[in-house]
Nanobody, 117 residues
């Protein structure tokens, strides 16, 4: 059974930091492209950052220079380090695992991040 379990969300003041984690099980983690998405109330889900199975990263312009995606294949875990958080970063953050060229595509249940003073 595939499971992606996010953790690390919470309430933080503007300018603060959080580190999200996504623990994967039931998949060959190192083969998957991993990504973080987010969805704010009333808005569509948007891509935040991706990291390929070879470690190539990409991120949305809105988070460049503030968020860093990384992975630890030995621990089957994906991370998102979020610095200098802004109120507009408030959203539910989702972990995604996708094996390129296949239909294998999995989602976590999400973790809430709220940036507010």
């Amino acid at each position: 059974q595939v499971q992606l379990v996010e953790s690390g969300g919470g309430l933080v003041q503007p300018g603060g930091s959080l580190r999200l984690s996504c623990a994967a099980s039931g998949i060959s983690f190192s083969f998957y492209t991993m990504a973080w998405y987010r969805q704010a109330p009333g808005k569509q889900r948007e891509l935040v950052a991706t990291i390929t199975n070879s470690g190539i990263t990409n991120s949305a312009d809105s988070v460049k220079g503030r968020f860093t995606i990384s992975r630890d294949n030995a621990k089957n875990t994906l991370y998102l380090q979020m610095n200098n958080l802004k109120p507009e970063d408030t959203a539910v953050y989702y972990c995604n695992a996708r094996w390129s060229g296949t239909r294998l595509d999995y989602w976590g249940q999400g973790t809430q991040v709220t940036v507010s003073s």
